[in-house]
């Protein structure tokens, strides 16, 4: 097995922030962030696990015709954490993933065997089944990781 890790735009650490600078930009795209490939031995198809990117930029191309996509589904509108009083700032601002306005196009055209949202922060809807936001999710080619999937 092969294993392989990239830089993806992403953030610093929370601890690294510094929180006298509310309106500062932590993005960073310096390998702050990383993505991990894996591939078998014998050329199988790959595997990529991205669990905290909040931007296709930049890898599409990477994880083209890849087996399978572990990425990061942690939040589902840019003000589901205010929302829920877990958090003042949006979710743009703080550089969190957004199902609804990345995930659900930002790949739509890039051939995937299998496309699995993880890192799913539970005040996502995507994981209430019945929920619109999970059809929308399922109607796009992706699936909700869930505890003992396989």
């Known amino acids: 097995m092969t294993i392989e890790s990239f830089a993806v735009p992403g953030k610093v650490a929370?601890?690294?922030?510094?929180?006298?600078?509310?309106?500062?930009?932590?993005?960073?795209?310096?390998?702050?962030?990383i993505g991990v490939r894996t591939t078998g031995h014998n050329g199988g198809g790959s595997a990529f696990?991205?669990?905290?990117a909040p931007a296709?930029?930049?890898?599409?191309?990477?994880?083209?015709?890849?087996?399978?996509?572990l990425f990061d589904g942690t939040v589902h509108t840019n003000e589901q954490m205010i929302a829920a009083a877990l958090e003042t700032r949006p979710a743009r601002a703080c550089d969190?993933?957004?199902?609804?306005?990345?995930?659900?196009?930002?790949?739509?055209?890039?051939?995937?065997?299998?496309r699995v949202f993880i890192h799913i922060n539970n005040t996502n809807p995507v994981l209430d089944g019945n929920s619109p936001?999970?059809?929308?999710?399922?109607?796009?080619g992706w699936e909700v990781a869930h505890d003992g999937m396989r």
């Open 14 to 33: 929370l601890y690294l922030e510094d929180s006298t600078l509310p309106e500062a930009d932590f993005s960073s795209d310096k390998g702050d962030t």
């Open 133 to 140: 936001e999970h059809a929308a999710v399922k109607a796009m």
């Open 96 to 114: 969190i993933w957004q199902c609804r306005r990345n995930g659900l196009a930002g790949l739509a055209s890039v051939k995937i065997g299998r």
């Open 56 to 69: 296709w930029t930049g890898f599409c191309a990477r994880v083209w015709k890849a087996a399978c996509l």
């Open 49 to 52: 696990y991205i669990s905290a």
